[in-house]
């Protein structure tokens, strides 16, 4: 019998790095599970029509983006500043204009009333309102003087103000525009008042005259400042004659 021979080496001897041997006690504490991922093909019905209509949307999107027609898919996110209100947008703001009206129909310095803002802070549609308003009162006179109204308030306004930049004034058109505007309503407090005692021509012509002076002030007041020194009644002679035009406008006188 001959010797057995040397035993050959395996061809592959594993190491530690490929496996790891666990003992029968510790693989029963071993457990675990492999969960499928969930994945759902929607690839639409009728003979594959979803998947045609995916693949005609990324060709449609694909042939805009190389013509450089690319910013028609973009989307604008929706920008606070378009959700204002109405008044905002339009710059209108109620309280300051019912300020204002209370400034023009008190011009007592006594009363405590910041008049200057009437001034130094000039809106649009207040005076507007006021001009239209008038413009309404007015029907009642002569319904062919409303569009008058709003002219000579237009270039009334631009009169006066050309004349306060001669004489030195530190005035704008939009300033002028506004006081103007504003103090249109002694006007129309007193038209009611005319309504009533029309048939009293003594009474009548008193009232005419406190609510040109009224007027008068209550402009004169804000637009003619210290910087006119001597020169006011230039200025305050001109706004005065303003305000006879309107009531004229009015009364029909």
């Known amino acids: 019998m001959q010797p057995p021979g040397p035993q050959q080496p395996p061809l592959y001897a594993p190491s530690n790095g490929d496996f790891?041997?666990?003992s029968s006690a510790e693989a029963e504490d071993l457990s675990g599970s492999i969960a499928s991922?969930?994945?759902k093909l929607n690839l639409g019905g009728g003979g594959g029509g979803g998947r045609g209509e995916f693949i005609k949307e990324s060709t449609a999107t694909t042939f805009l983006r190389q013509r450089g027609y690319g910013w028609l898919l973009e989307v604008e996110?929706?920008?606070?500043?378009?959700n204002k209100p109405?008044?905002?947008e339009l710059d209108i703001d109620l309280k300051d204009i019912y300020y204002k009206i209370r400034c023009v129909l008190m011009p007592m310095p006594s009363l405590g009333f910041n008049r200057q803002v009437v001034r130094d802070n000039p809106d649009f549609w207040g005076p507007l309102a006021v001009v239209l308003f008038f413009s309404m009162v007015s029907l009642y006179g002569q319904f062919k003087v409303v569009s008058w109204i709003i002219t000579i308030w237009i270039f009334g306004s631009l009169t006066i103000f050309l004349l306060a930049r001669v004489l030195g004034g530190e005035v704008a058109y939009g300033q002028v525009l506004g006081v103007i505007g504003y103090s249109l309503l002694p006007l129309i407090v007193i038209a009611p008042v005319l309504l009533v005692v029309g048939s009293f021509e003594v009474v009548s012509t008193l009232i005419k005259l406190f609510g040109v002076f009224w007027a008068?002030?209550?402009a004169a007041s804000l637009l003619v400042?210290?910087?006119?020194?001597?020169?006011k009644p230039l200025l305050i002679y001109p706004i005065f004659l303003l305000y006879i035009y309107f009531l004229s406008l009015y009364t029909g006188v």
């Open 20 to 22: 790891t041997f666990v």
């Open 37 to 39: 991922p969930d994945v």
């Open 77 to 82: 996110d929706d920008d606070p500043e378009d």
């Open 86 to 88: 109405l008044l905002e």
């Open 216 to 218: 008068a002030y209550s």
């Open 225 to 231: 400042g210290e910087e006119f020194k001597t020169k």
